[in-house]
Nanobody, 127 residues
Framework: QVQLVESGGGLVQAGGSLRLSCAASGRTFNTYGMGWFRQAPGKEREFVAAISWSGGTIYNADSVKGRFTISRDNAKNTVYLQMNSLKPEDTAVYYC????????????????????WGQGTQVTVSS
């Protein structure tokens, strides 16, 4: 059984920063790609960023490029999302997810390619 637990969300003013963490257990974490998604009230879940198992491939959504950074520490079974220059439109529940493909060299932007999800952490950016 795979478990993903997000933490680090909270309330921050526009222009501020937060770092989200996602701790994984129950599967060989360091062989799978990981992604971050978010869902705002009344909107569909959207892709934010993804990182391959080795960290060698990273992809960010256009809406967060230059502001958010995804990284991972395989020794700690943890993936991070550093969020800087936050905007009110970044307000959402943020989810981490693990993809289907061991030792993949590409990353994925659709929820269909991820089979394990965390419970989410709320990020609220005030103006």
């Amino acid at each position: 059984q795979v478990q993903l637990v997000e933490s680090g969300g909270g309330l921050v003013q526009a222009g501020g920063s937060l770092r989200l963490s996602c701790a994984a257990s129950g599967r060989t974490f360091n062989t799978y790609g990981m992604g971050w998604f978010r869902q705002a009230p009344g909107k569909e879940r959207e892709f934010v960023a993804a990182i391959s198992w080795s960290g060698g491939t990273i992809y960010n959504a256009d809406s967060v490029k230059g502001r958010f950074t995804i990284s991972r520490d395989n020794a700690k079974n943890t993936v991070y999302l550093q969020m800087n220059s936050l905007k009110p439109e970044d307000t959402a529940v943020y989810y981490c997810a693990a993809d289907h493909y061991p030792y993949g060299v590409v990353v994925f932007t659709t929820a269909y390619d991820y089979d394990y999800w965390g419970q989410g952490t709320q990020v609220t950016v005030s103006s």
